[in-house]
């Protein structure tokens, strides 16, 4: 049910043109009786932000925190499209807003696809209001929402975390671009906890932290990430840690449905550092290792080249000392104190040839831990990446 | 002629058995009299040097800038491999210095190869001395060098700059971890000018700046990367400023070798920023475009998707306006103010289509300019380092 499974949302999706393969591209999530709801979204950092991501944070800023809906589209990015493209996603707001009965400050609108082409906006003006007039609360509605949000992805994506006495729902989406801060990923979350606006925008800001802030698939970081969370407050209030911890756990289920289905991936790989002098540091080294393109090579053919992983920590700008660096894979260490050291090398091919994989490196230093959940580098990656078409 | 064409100096190689091919692995470049002379390098910036990296920077302080020799090893780096490590590149030293009656303080060391497995020892004691028996300064000695330090290069990379009354040689190799400051890359210039050892570690500073810290294959920085220059003082004084260039010229052409014998690469791109706030932001935003596999797999597939390079741009961490921004592919601007502008595309797809590609993006902001020097992301990069051996 994901997005619906809370009370008081429906969903669907349709096919508007917009990807010339005539797949599902358009998408809406509302409140199922068209009322604004608190509402909170974090944003790509990007400084060149697409034409949505720029109409959509002026929007929650009008409205207080609120909304009555989410627009999406797939198959084009509405970004680097200017002045005209600013107004033609307002414009899709306000088509939603019309056929809901909302205001269109009331609604948000996420875009992914190509940069830099203008939004066929005759598509979005014949699919949206059929669109909106069958959106329904059935699970039919959420598949058909997650599905059409989908670029490149193979799978749609789609989470449900069961609360006390409360539903946390979401879909997501996103494939390459997966980096620091949230690239090329939108998602929307649902809840039907009773929880104002400014603890909501809490709750997603940390939720986004310890999930999609800590993936990645190239290190880029994409100019439309987006992540709303809606609270239709149909189940009443309920423990605020709870709800906190529920929209936490379904970002980290999202999160690690669009690492193992990044472009090109085999493997999900877990790079966690411990040991560093502080937690910030361990961050940008286990950055560092993930966006490594010679240590996901590597992680594609299966090979325990642990030196790499340390050539990466001793060149990622933090405190390191190479007589105090070990690397394991998957428990098994393979290099201590900066040397060789024998080792079950069986065993650890083995985790190399999983679908899981996790690699440790402790500096020695101090208490600082971090890990990113990241994917190998296969051919499949540039495949999909050398041609836009 | 290159490492050779300088008077006063020798050079050749051999294969000890270091590589399993049975190629040529072993290089040393010696002054034709084995007398110690006015020499400099500059290191890695990793913070896990490799044994060789450690060595050579002890020996040259402890000879006050001097060296007779440089031994180089490909197929193991001697890197991550601890005390012992310390300890087989200073007897690497020892050997090449007792076969030319200098110290061994005398003589630097460079490795490249793989990281974390000891060096065979006995295989250089075997094959260093009848080495040094018979450098030359004849072209086959040289070429002989140039060759024993291939990794996954495909071609011997030599360089020779004339200048008037002196000349520059060298030999260098890198192939892939080509990075900001240096990566997997080795190489050591000669001249016959006459230069103090201060002097020429500013010059070699200067030429590495604006060469090879001016290229990137991955990102990734080595742990052995070296750059050596020594100046037999044969022909006599010459202009410092001359000097200065004639090495910056012999870096330059060899950065060009890497770039375009880059691992699985098909296309040299020059990547270059104008318009930045300043010079070192030029650079930050001109290394982000260099490093992003999107951009790089775009490349490869010759597709002129500038949306990409924008959203690199605006990730970068500098100052950036996405309405003064533009973006051009071999002179031809596909983006202006931050929008698509018509163009002719065929001459784009044709400028994409070439070995030599130039994508130029001006910030609008200041005056602010850098180039980085880098290579498209093709399926070849993977099938080279998918697997250690």
Redesign the interface.
Same mark, same amino acid.
């Given at each position: 049910m994901s997005v619906t499974a809370p009370a008081g949302f429906v969903a669907g999706g349709a096919a508007s043109g917009i990807k010339s393969s005539g797949d599902l591209d358009l998408a809406v999530v509302a409140t199922a009786d068209a009322r604004a709801v608190p509402s909170a979204a974090v944003f790509t950092? +990007?400084?060149?932000?697409a034409a949505p991501v720029m109409v959509s944070r002026a929007h929650l800023a009008a409205s207080g925190g609120r909304a009555a809906a989410v627009v999406l589209n797939a198959g084009n #990015?509405n %970004?680097?499209?200017?002045i #005209? %493209?600013r107004a033609n996603a307002e414009r899709t707001a306000a088509l939603v807003a019309n056929a809901l009965g909302a205001t269109t400050e009331e609604v948000l609108v996420c875009s992914t696809g @190509? @940069?830099?082409?203008p939004l066929p906006m005759e598509r979005l003006d014949t699919a949206l209001p059929p669109l909106v007039a069958r959106l329904s609360g059935d699970e039919a509605g959420a598949t058909a929402a997650a599905t059409a949000i989908m670029t490149t992805d193979t799978t749609a994506k789609q989470t449900r975390i069961d609360g006390d006495g409360f539903v946390v729902g979401g879909i997501g989406k996103g494939a #390459? !671009?997966l980096a620091p +801060?949230m690239a090329t990923m939108l998602a929307v979350l649902t809840t039907d906890a009773a929880v104002e606006a400014a603890v909501l925008g809490r709750m997603v800001g940390d939720g986004v932290a310890s999930t999609f802030n800590s993936m990645s698939v190239?290190?880029? !970081?994409?100019?439309n990430d987006t992540v709303v969370v809606m609270a239709s407050g149909s189940a009443g209030p309920a423990d605020e840690a709870a709800v906190s911890d529920a929209i936490r756990r379904g970002c980290a289920d999202l999160a690690a449905q669009m690492v193992a289905d990044a472009e090109g991936a085999t493997r999900v790989v877990r790079i966690a550092v411990i040991g560093a002098v502080d937690d910030a540091e361990a961050r940008r080294a286990a950055r560092a290792v993930a966006?490594?393109?010679?240590v996901k090579?590597?992680l594609?053919?299966g090979?325990p080249?642990?030196?790499?992983v340390?050539?990466?920590?001793?060149?990622a700008g933090v405190s390191?000392?190479?007589?105090r660096?070990s690397v394991s894979y998957g428990g098994v260490t393979t290099?201590s104190? %900066?040397? #060789?050291v024998l080792h079950d090398e069986a065993v650890v091919r083995s985790h190399l040839a999983g679908r899981q994989v996790e690699v440790q490196s402790d500096l020695g230093l101090g208490n600082g831990t971090a890990f990113v959940l990241t994917c190998d580098?296969?051919?499949g990656? @540039?495949d999909? +990446? !050398?041609?836009?078409s």
């Open positions: 950092a +990007n400084l060149a932000p #990015a %970004g680097a499209t200017g #005209a %493209g @190509i @940069i830099g082409v #390459a !671009m +801060n190239d290190g880029s !970081m994409s100019t966006d490594s393109a010679l090579c590597s594609h053919g090979d080249y642990w030196g790499r340390v050539s990466e920590l001793g060149s390191f000392d190479p007589e660096v290099c104190k %900066g040397v #060789a580098l296969g051919p990656y @540039i999909e +990446n !050398m041609r836009t």
